[in-house]
């Protein structure tokens, strides 16, 4: 074969292999692209969940795709906060569920005490060997002190924030089979009061008692189910004629009275029943038919349950809408336990807790302050 003939088929071959190799780079990158860009919107939903708000942000830039399930599932107003109280020491932690942050401060202002409730971003606390009740709130320091009161248990809630002139005080103690001690305070007063009122059998005051303030009214929920009503106003109590909540008898088992919250959500009473493994099992108090609803939507809500109080919220969206959040953290503090009801699941799964092995008094959910980013 001549030279000449020899060169043109080497440059036909050369020709043919360029070509094949365009053709896999175009093909490579389209499947990169196709990779990337075209991932099935259930597992974009995956990851986006578990980033944290700036890593959503920058994620949402990447295509169209990625910005439409970011924002599906961003959570942008402020949730509250898991606040956690050392066995020992001044050093308290922060839980941000929606950033997965955690900020630990001292507050030496805290020595000695022990938390009782919270609402409104503030603590109410009580100091045992003085019998001192005050009011703190971690976001600004700011102490509110109340006259000195003997509590037999901690079980005390406040209306609104002591700042505000409506803030009332409540704790109810059982005295006898027929009469409960209710004592109530005021930001101001110089004593408590304490009146005896006359008690229906069936409800037993207890440290495991519920209490909620919905709608000018203080609700104690009893170890057993019974509801007691307190009206601050017109100093009455009462016990509901409302049988207790209908659960399962495997919810029952040892120590279950720790798996029980009760809240209140845009003026109607919520409880929650949980017990280990088993979903949990929502009711809200049906006050025309007097009977406990099961519920097995929130229509979008949020509820923060923890021992001493629980809050409830409708304006958060993305993945913590319909969900409860519970006062525990997995993973190494990245991850916060809840149940969907959505997806009628624990997150992250196989995660739930056994409330009876918890202290329930080392951990509360609090409310920040709107727009607060974070302690410095």
């Known amino acids: 074969m001549s030279g000449k003939k020899r060169r043109k ?24 692209l196709q990779t990337w860009s075209d991932l099935p919107a259930e597992l974009l939903e995956i990851i986006m969940c578990s980033l944290a708000l700036d890593d959503n942000v920058r994620a949402s830039v990447v295509c169209k795709s990625w910005n439409s399930v970011a924002n599906a599932v961003r959570v ?12 020992f020491g001044q050093c308290y932690e922060f839980y ?6 955690t900020y630990s401060l001292e507050f030496s202002e805290l020595n000695g005490s022990r ?19 005050f009011f703190f709130n971690p976001f600004t320091r700011e102490v509110i002190k109340m006259p000195r009161f003997e509590m037999t248990y901690q079980i005390v809630a406040f209306s609104c924030a002591p700042t505000s002139p409506d803030c009332v005080l409540f704790t109810v103690k059982h005295v006898s089979p027929t009469v409960v001690a209710i004592s109530t305070c005021h930001p101001g007063a110089t004593e408590w009061t304490t009146v005896n009122y006359q008690n229906r059998l ?5 440290i495991w008692n519920k209490l909620v303030f919905c709608n000018g009214l203080f609700y104690c929920l009893s170890l057993t189910g019974w509801l007691g009503v307190f009206d601050p106003s017109e100093r009455t109590w009462s016990v509901l004629s409302v049988p207790p909540p209908k659960c399962p008898e495997n919810f029952f088992a040892k ?3 720790k798996g029980k919250f009760m809240t209140e959500q845009e003026g109607d009473v919520i409880v929650i029943y949980t017990c280990s493994s088993e979903n949990p099992i929502i009711f809200k ?5 007097m009977e406990w609803e099961e519920l097995k939507t929130l229509d979008g809500a949020t509820l923060f349950a923890s021992f001493l109080s629980s809050h409830s919220r409708t304006d958060l969206s993305g993945i913590m809408r319909n969900s409860i959040y519970f006062s525990k953290v997995r993973f190494y503090g ?37 727009d607060f980013s974070g302690f410095t």
Not at 96 to 101: A, F, G, N
Not at 116 to 133: I, S
Not at 341 to 356: A, E, F, I, V
Request: one cysteine or more; glycine letters at 2%; charged letters at 30%.
């Open 255 to 257: 120590n279950w009275w």
């Open 115 to 133: 938390v009782c409730y919270t609402k409104d971003g503030w603590l109410l606390l009580y100091r045992p060997r003085t019998d001192r009740v």
């Open 334 to 370: 990245k991850r916060c336990v809840s149940f969907s009801l959505d997806d009628y699941r624990y997150y992250p799964r196989k995660q739930w807790h056994d409330w009876g092995e918890q202290d329930p008094f080392e951990s509360i959910w609090i409310e920040p302050p709107k």
């Open 285 to 289: 108090l049906d006050q025309t038919l």
């Open 96 to 101: 941000d569920p929606v950033q997965r942050k």
């Open 202 to 206: 069936p409800f037993v005051s207890s």
């Open 76 to 87: 942008v107003n402020q949730s509250p906060w898991l606040m956690y109280f050392p066995k």
């Open 9 to 32: 088929l080497k440059l036909l071959s050369d020709t043919i292999a360029n070509s094949k190799r365009g053709a896999t780079e175009v093909k490579n990158d389209y499947l990169e």
